[in-house]
């Protein structure tokens, strides 16, 4: 694991790189790394790189737009190819929680939370459940 840190802007630890081991559907000995950028004079994070040398099966990026406040309304994943898969996030305007996530092929799941608590209250899947 490596970290940055920005004393004059009170920015400590900001993670930089991490390896994440874990075994295979094999059993086999895996080790990816991830890789983090943050968004300029913040503790935001802007992107995560997954296995970021590794081959084109494990490569993954993954940018996260985010709103004036901060809080991510888009995720953007794009692999070497070149293909990608996004998901849009829609908050609550007066709490601030999130009810909605769609994806791009407009399959939604919807989470209503209760406001003082925090807890799942009520969830719908794309399938109406």
């Known amino acids: 694991m490596t970290f940055d840190n920005f004393a004059s802007t ?3 630890g900001l993670k930089r ?13 895996v080790i ?6 943050y968004l300029p004079g913040t503790n935001l994070i802007a992107t995560i790189a997954r296995d970021p ?10 940018t996260l ?4 406040r901060g809080l991510v309304t888009q995720v953007i994943q794009t692999d070497r190819l070149g293909r ?21 092929h407009g399959l939604s799941m919807t989470t209503i939370y209760h406001p003082t608590f925090g807890f799942s209250v009520r969830s719908s899947d794309p399938n109406g459940a």
């Not at 590794?54 to 490569?59: A, M, N, P």
């Not at 737009?65 to 004036?68: I, L, V, Y």
């Open 65 to 68: 737009n985010r709103s004036t």
């Open 84 to 104: 990608s898969r996004e998901k849009n996030i829609a908050y609550d305007a007066i709490v601030g929680l999130f009810p909605e996530t769609v994806t791009q």
């Open 10 to 12: 009170w920015l400590l």
């Open 17 to 29: 790189t991490e390896s994440v081991d874990s075994f295979g559907p094999n059993k086999e000995h």
């Open 53 to 62: 040398s590794g081959g084109d099966e494990t490569y993954l990026l993954s």
């Open 32 to 37: 990816q790394d991830v890789a983090y950028t």
